[in-house]
């Protein structure tokens, strides 16, 4: 069938089945009178029916988060044609328990009763049923645990079947003496593992035997007792080699020792392959089995077949490694042992480096005229099928792909291709499958299923700084325009402090390369602490990574910003109050931060020099910051930070492009942000621990030492602060905390001070 879509939100097609309905009944008629089972699946489902048949969507990501509570809200899709919603089944209490009857617990019946943590009352899903079937099986009590739930009008009766472990070991086939020897070989409780452990220990006993060979081992639980029948034969007398001259055979014969058990077997087996490695040849056939001849008589039958030793490798439909790297893999000389050796290190360093190998064997060999020749089976991409995206373009996607058609499958690369499909900001959900091409055995096709999230948004809101005092913000944003995830915004503040507005455009792939385009122009007026301050500008960024543009963390941004500046005129270049600036910024980033906004692991290094044109005179300035995170601990709970950042002015910088503590990016803890600190030049430094405390909330506790001055005039500040980071979503981090001065304090200086603001953690 063609695209479902529901309230807006393409369906995975994936998740989609159409259910028969009976003669006599309509798809409406057929689900009422199942509605009570329905009801009690343990599933999350919207039924819906088209052009006269039944469909049922299990889309947990549409069904459980648009907010769909009855049949009739939701508003059905199949391509252009309305298709009509029956039944939507996503109610909690539909899971309740009503009861449990447990079944083969025996001596265990009163054990479960009073350790069950499912209980009747409650409710209960799938993975609550998974969890206690899990810890159950735990206890090493049963073999196996098996929860069966079945509907009723009132919940889910639940049928709990166990099977409990053995309590003893019989041995049936040998004499009394061997079999009570054998008994003790199985660890007690008699759970799965011991059995298995018990079994290999059994088989690799009887291997040594110097009196029978056992030809077939069958386990049964019967009751409380595990029951091991073995079917035993006397060990032959007879030693039979086929497949080579006879005078060869009877050289052969002398490489296997009396008894003819499998462990003297295996002796005889590897002096065999020794002796026809010394003459440079192999085995690739070779197989023993036990019979009788005419007379009754025990025989072991050894047939094999022997072919000059390969000297050199060949490999077909490898494109993933070099010939060399491969060979590299089997080990020399190309004995039948390390040739399988070789081929089982092959597949598992594709494996390792996240390749696809076609089934059933993606690494085989071929043997013939003493040449070998590996044959690799890569499986190979014909297309990517995308859906779900019904307002993005699918070239949006598909440029974060590196994957591409006709190209060895790499699962590694995928994944990180998602994740960049994910980090474009346009979907709130993306998932993925991997299947056979049907049109092409060698190929496999992949298909990928977003499901869009909203672009577009329009906040109002109010605020405080101690930088900008009370405020109020209203703005709106255009996300996904044209459907290739380009953005319009704009944005209005009003305060005591502060007012002004702007109009911004972004496209993060503007350009061939990943080449992103941003231009804006604004108007901001600012009272600050020496003088009101108005700028009225527009500016055009350009940037794009440097080296590969999937995963460099290098990139390089240029920012032309033409501005004018009202200020008071003992602050001006101009003499007037009004100047004109010109700056052109190149900006250069190193970032291996594992989350924008609240990171936990890598660095962040960015550098910038930008000479600045005002009214006539020309300024240099240069500013550079580095960031470091590392994970304290295996919980990854705490967060070690430390970070610099400096910068300096050179020439006849006027205050307002000096350096200053306005905002939360030059903070020094203890003072206000309000911009009183400043200079030409600033040197910053801080140390402190993040701590998660719950969800999007975490707590800082940090350090910071620098100062703001001008020439050398460097008076340190140090001081100490704790706060709260809150992350909202993928707008960034809103932060509040306090701030206490140890060094540096002048006469007459409050303590500490209070930091608040948003886009940067504490």
């Known amino acids: 069938m063609g695209n479902v879509n529901i309230n807006g939100r393409t369906v995975d097609p994936r998740s989609i089945r159409q259910i028969p309905v009976p003669e006599g009944e309509t798809p409406k008629s057929y689900v009422e009178k199942n509605q009570s089972l329905i009801s009690k699946n343990f599933r999350d489902e919207l039924y819906f029916e088209h052009e006269g048949q039944l469909f049922v969507t299990e889309d947990k990501f549409v069904v459980e988060n648009i907010g769909i509570r009855k049949a009739q809200d939701a508003k059905v899709r199949v391509d252009a044609i309305p298709a009509i919603p029956i039944l939507i089944d996503n109610e909690p209490d539909a899971h309740k328990v009503t009861g449990i009857e447990i079944q083969g617990a025996g001596p265990h019946q009163r054990w479960l009763e009073d350790n069950l943590k499912l209980k009747s009352g409650r409710a209960a899903n799938l993975h609550d049923l998974q969890k206690e079937a899990d810890r159950l099986f735990k206890s090493n009590r049963f073999l196996s645990v098996d929860f069966s739930p079945s509907a009723t009008d009132k919940g889910i009766q639940l049928t709990l079947n166990v099977q409990p472990v053995p309590e003893k070991v019989q041995i049936h086939g040998l004499d009394p003496q061997r079999m009570q020897a054998m008994q003790d070989l199985f660890p007690k409780p008699l759970t799965r593992e011991n059995i298995d452990k018990g079994l290999k220990a059994l088989q690799s006993k009887m291997d040594q035997d110097s009196q029978v060979v056992v030809r077939q081992v069958q386990p049964h639980i019967n009751g409380d007792s595990l029951d091991i029948y073995l079917d035993v034969s006397t060990l032959p007398s007879q030693l039979q080699v086929s497949g080579v001259p006879a005078s060869e055979a009877e ?3 002398g490489f296997f020792q009396p008894p003819y058990n499998p462990a003297s077997v295996d002796q005889g087996m590897e002096k065999l392959k020794a002796h026809y490695a010394e003459r440079g040849q192999i085995v690739p056939q070779l197989t023993f089995t036990y019979g009788q001849n005419e007379a009754g008589e025990g025989v072991l039958s050894v047939d094999l077949r022997s072919t000059e030793m390969p000297q050199q490798l060949d490999f077909k439909g490898m494109t993933v490694y070099s010939p060399e790297v491969a060979q590299a893999l089997f080990p020399k000389p190309l004995t039948m042992e390390n040739i399988q050796s070789g081929m089982q290190a092959l597949q598992q360093k594709y494996a390792d480096d996240g390749y696809l190998l076609m089934p059933p064997e993606g690494v085989s060999a071929d043997l013939k005229d003493g040449q070998l020749t590996i044959n690799v089976r890569e499986a190979k991409l014909s297309d990517i099928a995308f859906s779900g995206n019904d307002k993005t ?3 949006v996607l598909q440029r974060e792909m590196r994957l591409k058609a006709d190209q060895p499958v790499n699962l590694k690369t995928l994944d990180d291709d998602l994740k960049r499909v994910s980090g474009t900001g346009l979907f709130a959900n993306v998932q993925h499958s991997v299947e056979p091409d049907p049109e092409d055995p060698d190929k496999v096709r992949v298909r990928v299923h977003a499901a869009e999230d909203k672009a577009s948004s ?3 809101g109010a605020g405080y700084s ?15 325009m044209a459907g290739m995830n380009r953005r319009v915004s704009a944005d209005v503040t009003l305060g005591t402090k502060v007012w002004g507005g702007g109009l911004n455009y972004y496209d993060p792939w503007a350009f061939d390369n990943r080449t992103s385009l941003g231009a804006g122009v604004y108007h901001r007026q600012w009272q ?11 500016k055009v960024t350009v940037g794009r990574p440097l080296g590969d543009i999937y995963d460099s963390p290098w990139r390089m941004d240029l920012t032309l910003d033409g501005q004018r500046v009202g200020i008071d005129p003992q602050y001006s270049v101009s003499g007037s109050g009004t100047d004109f600036r010109l700056g052109l910024k190149p900006t250069l980033t190193y970032n291996t931060l594992d989350n924008p906004s609240l990171p936990k692991e890598g660095m962040k290094w960015q ?5 600045v044109w005002i009214s006539g005179e020309a300024i240099g300035k240069l500013d550079s910051r580095f960031d470091y995170y590392r994970p304290l601990g295996s919980s990854e709970r705490f967060t070690l930070h430390a970070g610099a950042q400096a910068g300096t002015s050179i020439g006849n910088t006027p205050l307002y492009e000096k350096f200053n503590n306005s905002g939360s990016g030059r903070t020094l803890l203890g003072w206000e942000s309000d911009g009183s600190l400043v200079g030409s030049s600033y040197a910053i430094g801080t140390a402190g621990v993040n701590a998660e405390i719950w969800g999007p909330v975490s707590a800082t506790a940090r350090v910071t030492a620098g100062d703001f001055f001008d020439g050398t005039q460097f008076s340190p500040k140090v001081g100490a602060g704790v706060g709260v980071n809150v992350k909202l979503g993928n707008f960034g981090v809103l932060h509040a905390g306090y701030g206490h001065k140890l060094v540096g304090k002048q006469e007459g200086d409050k303590g500490g001070a209070f930091h608040i603001g948003f886009g940067i953690p504490f």
């Open 251 to 253: 050289t052969l014969k």
């Open 393 to 395: 373009k699918s070239e």
């Open 458 to 460: 329009f906040n109002v």
């Open 466 to 480: 101690l930088s900008n005092g009370p405020f109020g913000t209203a703005s709106m944003n255009l996300g996904n």
């Open 528 to 538: 600050g602490p020496y003088s009101d301050e108005t700028r009225t500008g527009a």
């Open 607 to 611: 550098t910038s020099a930008e000479p």
